[in-house]
């Protein structure tokens, strides 16, 4: 099995270079940057300096052997379709909480809680490009886990606000451009594959569809997100089936 590590790397290096081309137009400072990816179509959003998951923070205390299985199994949720891989990272939060919690203690949970804050406020900032309803539903959902997180620490609950703080991460990674455009992508494909022989499609259709699905593949495969979504997304659209 692929180390955690080594899964998370190509995906940092797009998203360094976005976050370039992002910092560019603005003075850098300490503060994250948020901007809407891809919102004509379906929409997603790219934080400069996301609220980190549970593989980044192991990774940032040098802790990936101690994650385990648990994080294998992290990253293998997301190959999953969404509702699946949200059940099997809510049934691994706590196991990776009561690893990392000895490590963090509550003053370096308050710390985390205070960086996803700042990181929150910044996808707030863009609201008015995040046109899609995806992501104003992920939005307001990672800040009630974090509020839940908030209120966890300071009734002393510091595992419990770090399993927060994991769900939190992960809503809004659930709308990151790599995850929409995969999303996307599969929803093309499973609709592709139901309705392959469909009189109500042409040939000339079909030969669209496949051709959009081929290139949203490919570009996703190449990191460039915002076209595999668009791409995706049209398919999408010819097939009914209708992206949410």
């Excluded at 648990?70 to 009561?98: C, M, Q």
């Excluded at 985390?112 to 910044?122: G, I, M, V, W």
């Excluded at 709308?175 to 499609?201: C, F, I, M, T, W």
């Amino acid at each position: 099995m692929m180390c955690c590590v080594d899964r998370y790397l190509p995906a940092l290096g797009v998203c360094v270079a976005w976050t370039l081309s992002l910092s560019a137009c603005e003075d850098m400072g300490n503060d994250p940057l948020a901007m809407a990816v891809a919102p004509e179509t379906h929409g997603a959003v790219l934080l400069s300096d996301g609220l980190p998951t549970a593989p980044e923070l192991f990774s940032e205390h040098d802790l990936v052997g101690q994650g385990g299985e648990e994080l294998n199994g992290w990253w293998d949720s997301w190959d999953l379709d969404r509702r699946d891989g949200r059940r099997i990272r809510t049934e691994l939060y706590p196991s990776l909480a009561g690893r990392l919690f000895p490590y963090l203690l509550e003053d370096g949970v308050a710390d985390l809680l205070a960086r996803n804050e700042k990181s929150l406020r910044a996808v707030q900032s863009a609201e008015i490009l995040l046109v899609a309803k995806a992501v104003e539903a992920a939005t307001e959902h990672a800040w009630h886990l974090h509020n839940l997180a908030v209120s966890a620490l300071e009734r002393g609950r510091g595992e419990l606000a770090l399993v927060h703080a994991f769900a939190s991460a992960d809503a809004i990674r659930e709308v990151s451009p790599e995850q929409v455009a995969g999303a996307l992508l599969h929803q093309a494909r499973e609709a592709l594959r139901r309705n392959k022989d469909a009189e109500s499609y042409s040939e000339e259709e079909l030969i669209r569809i496949r051709r959009l699905t081929g290139g949203a593949e490919q570009a996703l495969e190449a990191g460039d997100y915002p076209r595999a979504i668009r791409r995706a997304y049209y398919a999408c659209q010819l097939l009914g089936a209708g992206p949410g």
